[in-house]
């Protein structure tokens, strides 16, 4: 079965800090990765994806990630955070459909919360 | 780029009533939409997939004749929450596909059953 899992619930990180959000899969086939972040309120935004290619992939507002396939893995990095990246962080497992869409399989999300 | 307008945003209803809720494709065709509940602390559950001019797809779990989802045309599903109770509160995202920029989520609708 298709599963996502992030195991940190809430993370807290000092402005300009590091930041590194776990996300591990489980898909039989080759995975559609994605990083969404949801602001309080708001629906999701996407950070980024993985489809196929250079296995490092850069987003927006200075975010990438990394999909490690003997891990089963696409963790999502920041250098250096900054006040306005705290929210929830969800990764995804997109599954493809005939008709050639996707659906999603959602981890429980990551909560950041960024110190002054 | 995409824009997936849902409407509204946030609704109050009593105990018994039913409400509808709105996903709009403001400047793209989407024969496919998505339609996602999220319990506080929860992640996003995908409840159903609406197709255009079909009926919609349902995932395990989720009552169909209480989630009445219409997609009559290539830019409006809507999503109704029939005979609400309070345990229906939480918070519904629909998602739009475009060809050019991908899938696009609508800001969501909180629903408080009282």
């Known amino acids: 079965a298709q599963s996502v899992t992030q195991p940190d619930i809430h993370i807290t990180v000092s402005e300009g800090a590091s930041l590194e959000l776990r996300c591990n899969y489980s898909y039989g086939a080759t995975p559609y990765l994605f990083w969404y972040v949801q602001s309080p309120g708001q629906g999701l935004q996407l950070l980024l994806k993985y489809f196929s290619g250079d296995t490092l992939v850069q987003g927006i507002k200075g975010f990438e990630a990394e999909f490690k396939r003997s891990q089963s893995s696409f963790n999502l990095r920041k250098p250096s955070v900054h006040w306005s990246d705290a929210a929830e962080y969800f990764c995804?497992?997109?599954?493809?459909?005939?008709?050639?869409?996707?659906?999603?399989?959602f981890g429980t999300g990551t909560r950041l919360k960024v110190l002054a | 780029g995409a824009v997936v307008s849902q409407h509204p945003s946030w609704v109050i209803c009593k105990s018994g009533t039913s409400v509808k809720i709105e996903c709009r494709s403001l400047?793209?065709?989407?024969?496919?939409m998505f339609w996602y509940r999220q319990f506080p602390k929860q992640s996003l559950m995908l409840m159903a997939t609406?197709?255009?001019?079909?009926?919609?797809?349902?995932e395990q779990g989720v009552e169909k004749d209480k989630f009445l989802i219409n997609h009559a045309s290539l830019t409006l599903s809507t999503l109704t929450v029939t005979s609400a109770h309070p345990e229906d509160s939480s918070f519904y995202i629909c998602?739009?596909?475009?060809?050019?920029?991908?899938?696009?989520f609508g800001s969501g609708t909180r629903l408080t059953v009282v």
């Open positions: 400047d793209f065709q989407a024969t496919t």
């Open positions: 995804a497992v997109g599954i493809l459909l005939r008709s050639g869409t996707y659906k999603y399989i």
């Open positions: 609406s197709n255009e001019g079909s009926k919609a797809t349902y």
């Open positions: 998602s739009a596909r475009d060809a050019n920029y991908g899938y696009t």
